[in-house]
């Protein structure tokens, strides 16, 4: 069991940074891939980024490519969403999701755990 806690969502102007955290729990952190999905109102939940077990693998959706970063900590069982240039159209909610897997996960259905989440509103 895997339980996952999102942080350092807010409010920023458009152009601005965020940066989000999922902290995870338990002590086989590093055997899992994770992601991060968003969630915005009346909308399906949308694939954001994912990174593999070490890290060592990443992938981005076309829309964020570019601007967002997804790394991780295994030592602080942590993984980041680094986000920058923020547009309107990023706002929504997002979740960090975790899974046992050696490669990479970009679909929902995969993934077996899921934080909270965390809202993220951009200003025009």
């Known amino acids: 069991q895997v339980q996952l806690v999102e942080s350092g969502g807010g409010l920023v102007q458009a152009g601005g940074s965020l940066r989000l955290s999922c902290a995870a729990s338990g002590r086989t952190f590093s055997t899992y891939a994770m992601g991060w999905f968003r969630q915005a109102p009346g909308k399906e939940r949308e694939f954001v980024a994912s990174?593999?077990?070490?890290?060592?693998?990443?992938y981005y959706a076309d829309s964020v490519k570019g601007r967002f970063t997804i790394s991780r900590d295994n030592a602080k069982n942590t993984v980041y969403l680094q986000m920058n240039s923020l547009k309107p159209e990023d706002t929504a909610v997002y979740y960090c999701a975790a899974d046992v897997a050696i490669g990479l996960i970009i679909t929902a259905s995969n993934y077996d755990y899921w934080g909270q989440g965390t809202q993220v509103t951009v200003s025009s």
């Open positions: 990174i593999n077990w070490f890290g060592g693998m990443t």
